[in-house]
């Protein structure tokens, strides 16, 4: 598959404020990747230097294998929506798309008409871009990005506001790029709930760190229902599990097993355990909701803007 960006280190610094510490991101080619934060936790000010929008305090940017200077030659394989479209509000969504086609030079018969229908606004006619819901305009903003045919599209908050509806019409979107054109996507949100829903990979960031990167299996394992023993050593109870039978369970740390299949026989595997003389200190059912993780992630439910 291939890395299609890292970063390494990257920072940037405002003033005595940190609002990216020594990042390290890998976005997988054909991914959708899922940048996960809370509102203030540097996701834009990092988007915007991927973007080439600010330059870095520290740290390095490879994309499409190429670093420094070199990034410049591939600018135009990315495509960007970053705080909003800027969108000209007395002009239809064909002239809007029209400057920003002739701005990059392309005079493709039919080119802007195939655009509006990628994004599903084919039928919008000489309506005003001014007159256009918050999900057509989020819309319009995708349309605006993929002028020139970007590998690499990088969407900030694009579902920030949006009603369910408008939600629904550029989540498809964002999947009918992936899966028909094969565009990469980095997508920010702080909703991870919706971001579930068609993210790859997953970044989460908070006070300007990576706390963590996963993939969407790997997220779903760890929020799915489970049955979580408690034990001095682990491994030694991999062998009764193995004899009963389980398959779908994994050691997580020094302490705890977490098996995600056969809920009911929980009572079964203690009684196994205390016979194979394994001391089990706690054994209970649990699952935990995404966005539940990732605020017990960032630090508890405290504090989180919404906006």
Do not use: W
């Not at 994309?63 to 070199?70: T, V």
């Not at 606004?121 to 903003?141: A, C, D, I, N």
């Not at 016979?275 to 605020?295: C, D, H, N, P, R």
Request: charged content about 25%; glycine content about 12%.
């Amino acid at each position: 598959m291939g890395k299609l960006l890292q970063t390494y280190g990257l920072t940037k610094q405002f003033g005595k404020h940190r609002a990216v510490d020594h990042v390290d991101v890998h976005v997988n080619r054909g991914a959708i990747y899922g940048f996960i934060g809370r509102n203030g936790a540097g996701k834009t000010t990092f988007l915007r230097m991927i973007c080439g929008l600010a330059a870095p305090t520290e740290g390095e940017i490879e994309i499409f294998g190429c670093r420094g200077r070199e990034l410049q030659d591939i600018r135009s394989r990315i495509g960007c929506l970053i705080e909003g479209p800027g969108l000209y509000g007395n002009m239809t969504a064909e002239e809007n798309l029209n400057i920003k086609c002739r701005f990059c030079g392309i005079r493709k018969p039919g080119y802007i008409e195939e655009l509006l229908d990628i994004v599903g606004l084919s039928g919008v006619g000489r309506k005003k871009t001014k007159k256009f819901s918050l999900g057509m305009k989020q819309r319009l903003g995708i349309a605006m990005a993929l002028v020139g045919e970007p590998d690499f599209l990088v969407l900030d908050e694009p579902i920030n506001g949006l009603d369910p509806q408008g939600i629904v019409e550029v989540r498809d979107t964002i999947l009918t790029l992936n899966h028909e054109r094969n565009i990469t996507i980095i997508i920010s949100s702080h909703i991870l709930e919706e971001l579930s829903k068609i993210a790859t990979d997953y970044g989460i960031i908070h006070n300007g760190c990576l706390l963590q990167e996963l993939t969407r299996e790997e997220l779903m394992e760890r929020c799915s229902e489970r049955i979580e023993i408690c034990l001095n050593q682990p491994k030694e109870a991999c062998p009764v599990l193995d004899r009963l039978g389980f398959t779908n369970y994994r050691v997580v740390d020094a302490e705890h097993i977490h098996v995600f299949e056969r809920l009911e026989e929980s009572g079964r595997i203690n009684m196994e355990l205390a016979k194979a003389g394994i001391m089990v200190k706690g054994l209970s059912v649990t699952s935990e909701e995404l966005e539940s993780y990732f605020l017990n992630l960032t630090g508890g439910a405290a504090h989180v803007k919404h906006g």
